[in-house]
């Protein structure tokens, strides 16, 4: 009945949204009795941006912005059919950007 393994790949610019939605895989993975791998925390990639404060004087006078994106890697092995149909019907929150290969 085992299909192999189950890879979810989690991305967000929210660092607390990102660990409510693993924390909310997991226990669903778990429940329905499922193995599972991590989250592990992939490097966050941050973004800078410098913008000129002036468009005609003061030059030297800018600001900076930037933007992270937090990545989180969850394996599930040995999923059930159970486990991926709870999978299927899991309300997430937005602003999570989810990517699941079989």
Do not use: N, W
Request: hydrophobic share 35%; glycine share 6%; aromatic share 4%.
């Amino acid at each position: 009945m085992s299909k192999g393994r189950i890879r979810v790949k989690l991305k967000s610019y929210d660092g607390r949204v990102i660990d409510g939605t693993c924390q909310l895989i997991l226990d669903t993975a778990i429940r329905t009795g499922a193995k599972v791998i991590g989250p592990v925390p992939l490097p966050t990639d941050r973004k800078i941006f410098s913008v000129k404060r002036s468009p005609f004087t003061d030059k030297d006078s800018q600001e900076h912005f930037q933007i992270k994106v937090h990545h989180r890697l969850i394996d599930i092995l040995e999923p059930t059919e159970k486990t991926i149909d709870s999978l299927m019907h899991l309300d997430l929150p937005a602003g999570v950007d989810i990517e699941v290969k079989m």
